[in-house]
């Protein structure tokens, strides 16, 4: 069965830097796109970014471009979001998705504190 | 920008629930799925491609698009379907969701 699983999350300063991964089994990781996806307490989802099977294509949402970084490496089945210059807005449980027509499967998300 | 409405729809169980996204611009190939959280919960999809089930879906949930309009319907709300609502678009470089509908009970 498919199964994401989101490890990483924890409390960080602004300006600080933290790395999320995603670790992905029961389905052939290289054949899919993948998304990170993250919703501040109380609010709602706001895609991140999404990276091909390949690793080859990449796209930013405007509110994190230039200060996050996508990657993958297809031998060890992982995602991962490399986070810096943090801010205060972007406090939210970050969640790893399979896209595949939209998001068919999700991890159950890892919780990042931006907080002094 | 995917506009959902109403931000809360309040009814019963049995009753149908009507949900509404609109599309600020045409969605390509009516590349748009809607899903479903519940407090505490990753979301679930529901539908994609507009109107296409998800694998294991009841088929009380349906889809459908008209031009940048797009529908959620459930024919008959049962307790476990309360719960915040979004939809979100794949049809460009960039996906977006809209900022959810929550079904709560009356």
């Known amino acids: 069965q498919v199964q994401l699983v989101e490890s990483g999350g924890g409390l960080v300063k602004p300006g600080g830097s933290l790395r999320l991964s995603c670790a992905a089994s029961?389905?052939?990781?290289?054949?899919?796109?993948m998304s990170w996806i993250r919703q501040a307490p109380g609010k709602g989802l706001e895609w991140v970014s999404y990276i091909t099977g390949s690793g080859t294509t990449i796209y930013y949402a405007d509110s994190v471009k230039g200060r996050f970084t996508i990657s993958r490496d297809n031998a060890k089945n992982s995602l991962y979001l490399q986070m810096n210059s943090l801010r205060a807005e972007d406090t939210a449980v970050y969640f790893c998705a399979r896209s595949n027509w939209g998001f068919d499967y999700w991890g159950q998300g890892t919780l990042l504190t931006v907080s002094s | 920008v995917l506009t959902q409405s109403p931000g809360t729809l309040s009814l019963s169980p049995g009753e149908r629930a009507t949900l509404s996204c609109r599309a600020s611009q045409s969605v390509s190939n009516n590349y748009l799925a809607w899903y479903q959280q519940k407090p505490g919960q990753a979301p679930r999809r529901l539908i994609y491609d507009a109107s296409s089930r998800a694998t294991g879906i009841p088929d009380r949930f349906s889809g459908s698009a008209s031009g940048t309009d797009f529908t959620l319907t459930i024919s008959r709300l049962e307790p476990e379907d309360f719960a915040v609502y979004y939809c979100?678009?794949?049809?460009?470089?960039?996906?977006?969701f809209g900022q959810g509908t929550k079904v709560e009970i009356k």
């Open positions: 979100q678009q794949y049809g460009s470089s960039s996906w977006t």
């Open positions: 029961g389905f052939t990781f290289s054949d899919y796109y």
